[in-house]
């Protein structure tokens, strides 16, 4: 199983990414699809889920209303669509894969990160 980020890079405060994480040798469309972020200094932090099958979606507080995070399934793709970043945006952004069967547990996969930096 793999998880490939891309997408980030440097942008001035104000500005916009998108992220994409493509999922390979996982059945992708299972699972639910999570951003985290770790800034520096910081611990790992979630900040955008969206389960199987793409209806329900959650943004922590300090990204509401700025991201949107969204799936093709068809692609593999989990994208995260970041507006009005700001220098507090800074981070290492991972993508997640989250499955919790009955009697197998729970299974978790995480890409490698993609580095957004958010500086004039």
């Known amino acids: 199983v793999q998880l490939v980020e891309s997408g980030g890079g440097l942008v001035q405060p104000g500005g916009s990414l998108r992220l994409s994480c493509v999922g390979t040798?996982?059945?992708?469309?299972?699972?639910?699809m999570k951003w985290f972020r770790q800034r520096p200094g910081k611990e790992r932090e979630l900040v955008a889920r969206?389960?199987?099958?793409?209806?329900?979606?959650a943004y922590v507080p300090a990204v509401k209303g700025r991201f949107t995070i969204d799936r093709d399934d068809a692609e593999n793709t989990v994208f995260l669509q970041m507006n009005s970043l700001n220098t507090e945006d800074t981070a290492v952004y991972y993508c997640?894969?989250?499955?919790?069967?009955?009697?197998?547990?729970?299974?978790?996969?995480w890409g490698q990160g993609t580095q957004v930096t958010v500086s004039s």
């Open positions: 997640n894969a989250n499955r919790v069967q009955e009697l197998i547990g729970e299974t978790d996969y």
């Open positions: 040798g996982l059945a992708f469309s299972l699972y639910e």
């Open positions: 969206i389960k199987s099958g793409g209806g329900i979606r």
